[in-house]
């Protein structure tokens, strides 16, 4: 087992091509990164040494001998992806390569102390570790995904509104107290989701995108020039306290008109068991009678699929609010792909559509030229699958 835990610059930049873009020739990183045949060779020759990568059998010929082609080694140990939500935990195990070997979820309550909830996740890790035939040691990183702004080099929560029992907790000191041997990252939920899409969804090769998280709340995670975007103090990416209404309801941040209070999950129910209270709906009155009085999000979008009236303008109301906002942000960073996520987004095609809509009736022609506004394809994966790449980006530290 390789115990340095260091690369230089060029190690790394290596590192990070033959994972992104599968096993590559010294000829083909050479050329892609900017390296002459010495200089690669030597990279390679040392990755190859300290077993960080191995061979991965011959390429294609470019008329002459078919050269050896390299990828990461995957039994160089262990990874573990945590994506926490604000009512679940879902948790992976992954080798060197990427491929997730092993994976659990199960309810939480990110309401819980901190202690409490990370100990739970280190017990579960050294489950699935366990289920590998694999030891503490072995596990060179882990990546977490929190749901709330991250400082990100220390790792720390800064005002998290769903959790503040954990502003300031010492994330990374309290994991490394079971994983010595880890290096541990930890990063905002959305951030994570589109960490996930960038490697190995619909983001892959797209330069410039965001994704869009629609549940209980509403965020963003931004790539910009093919790297995540944190801004200067972990907060980029919250739209949805970005006001669209002056005269709006009270948010729970204190401000009038958020869009996450208008538009998000809850927004979406309460106006559903408005318009059954009404009589507005009889088929959302019907559902909130059979679900003991509760009227969710998803039942007004299953009375929307159904071809309720009221429903369909409550999902095409937020989508609008939504589509709005996101026009902005269009015409500010001129993305290529924006990616709809989170829970609210099963809601589907009706929400999506309204989205779209707002957006390109808003944004200046240039800035939509190329545009596309999809659903995520990752979906309920998009959180754990980023936690995994997070781990795997910082499985190793870079010399300055």
Same mark, same amino acid.
């Given at each position: 087992?390789? *115990?340095?835990?260091?690369?230089? @610059?060029?190690?790394?930049? /290596?590192?990070?091509?033959?994972?992104?873009?599968?096993?590559?020739?010294?000829?083909?990183?050479?050329?892609?990164?900017?390296?002459?045949?010495?200089?690669? *060779?030597?990279?390679?020759?040392?990755?190859?040494?300290?077993?960080?990568?191995?061979?991965?059998?011959?390429?294609?010929?470019?008329?002459?001998?078919?050269?050896?082609?390299?990828? @990461?080694?995957?039994?160089?140990?262990? /990874?573990?992806?945590?994506?926490?939500?604000?009512?679940?935990?879902?948790?992976?195990?992954? #080798?060197?390569?990427?491929? =997730?070997?092993?994976?659990?979820?199960?309810?939480?309550? /990110?309401?819980?102390?901190?202690?409490?909830?990370?100990?739970?996740?280190?017990?579960?890790?050294?489950?699935?570790?366990?289920?590998?035939?694999?030891?503490?040691?072995?596990?060179?990183?882990?990546?977490?995904?929190?749901?709330?702004?991250?400082?990100?080099?220390?790792?720390?929560?800064?005002?998290?509104?769903?959790?503040?029992?954990?502003?300031?907790?010492? =994330?990374?000191?309290?994991?490394?107290?079971?994983?010595?041997?880890?290096?541990?990252?930890?990063?905002? #939920?959305?951030? /994570?989701?589109?960490?996930?899409?960038?490697?190995?969804?619909?983001?892959?090769?797209?330069?410039?995108?965001?994704?869009?998280?629609?549940?209980?709340?509403?965020?963003?995670?931004?790539?910009?020039?093919?790297? =995540?975007?944190?801004?200067?103090?972990?907060?980029?990416? #919250?739209?949805?306290?970005?006001?669209? #209404?002056?005269?709006?309801?009270?948010?729970?941040?204190g401000n009038l008109g958020c869009l996450e209070i208008m538009a998000a999950g809850p927004a979406i129910a309460e106006r559903g068991r408005?318009?059954?209270?009404?009589?507005?709906?009889?088929?959302?009155?019907?559902?909130?009678?059979?679900?003991?009085?509760?009227?969710?999000?998803?039942?007004?979008?299953?009375?929307?699929?159904?071809?309720?009236?009221?429903?369909?303008?409550?999902?095409?109301?937020?989508?609008?609010? =939504?589509?709005?906002?996101?026009?902005?942000?269009?015409?500010?960073?001129?993305?290529?792909?924006?990616?709809?996520?989170?829970?609210?987004?099963?809601?589907?095609?009706?929400?999506?559509?309204?989205?779209?809509?707002?957006?390109?009736?808003?944004?200046?022609?240039?800035?939509?030229?190329?545009?596309?506004?999809?659903?995520?394809?990752?979906?309920?994966?998009?959180?754990?699958?980023?936690?995994?790449?997070?781990?795997?980006?910082?499985?190793?530290?870079?010399?300055?």
């Open positions: 087992m390789v *115990r340095a835990r260091t690369l230089d @610059p060029a190690e790394y930049r /290596v590192l990070a091509a033959v994972r992104q873009a599968g096993p590559l020739s010294r000829s083909e990183l050479g050329a892609q990164l900017g390296y002459s045949r010495a200089a690669i *060779r030597g990279v390679v020759n040392s990755l190859l040494a300290r077993e960080i990568i191995e061979e991965r059998g011959l390429g294609e010929s470019q008329g002459g001998r078919r050269p050896r082609t390299y990828g @990461p080694n995957g039994s160089l140990g262990f /990874v573990a992806g945590v994506d926490v939500g604000a009512t679940s935990l879902d948790l992976a195990l992954a #080798d060197f390569d990427g491929t =997730i070997l092993e994976r659990l979820d199960e309810p939480a309550d /990110v309401r819980e102390e901190p202690e409490v909830m990370l100990g739970h996740v280190a017990d579960l890790i050294e489950q699935l570790l366990a289920r590998q035939n694999g030891r503490p040691e072995q596990l060179l990183a882990i990546g977490i995904g929190v749901p709330g702004p991250v400082k990100f080099d220390e790792g720390v929560l800064v005002a998290p509104p769903l959790m503040p029992a954990w502003e300031a907790f010492p =994330i990374k000191a309290f994991m490394r107290q079971r994983f010595a041997a880890a290096n541990i990252a930890v990063d905002n #939920d959305v951030n /994570v989701m589109a960490i996930g899409e960038a490697w190995a969804g619909a983001g892959r090769g797209i330069d410039n995108f965001i994704f869009l998280k629609i549940g209980t709340g509403i965020g963003s995670g931004i790539i910009c020039q093919g790297n =995540i975007y944190r801004g200067q103090d972990g907060a980029a990416g #919250d739209v949805g306290h970005i006001c669209i #209404d002056y005269n709006g309801p009270m948010c729970h941040c408005e318009a059954a209270l009404s009589g507005e709906s009889e088929f959302l009155a019907e559902a909130m009678a059979a679900n003991d009085g509760l009227m969710t999000a998803e039942t007004v979008g299953d009375a929307a699929k159904a071809g309720d009236r009221a429903a369909n303008e409550i999902v095409k109301t937020s989508g609008r609010m =939504i589509g709005g906002m996101l026009a902005g942000l269009v015409n500010f960073f001129n993305p290529q792909l924006i990616l709809i996520g989170g829970g609210v987004s099963n809601i589907g095609i009706r929400l999506l559509s309204a989205i779209r809509q707002a957006v390109l009736r808003r944004s200046t022609a240039l800035s939509t030229r190329h545009l596309r506004i999809e659903f995520s394809p990752l979906g309920a994966d998009a959180g754990v699958t980023g936690a995994i790449w997070l781990a795997l980006e910082h499985a190793f530290a870079v010399e300055t």
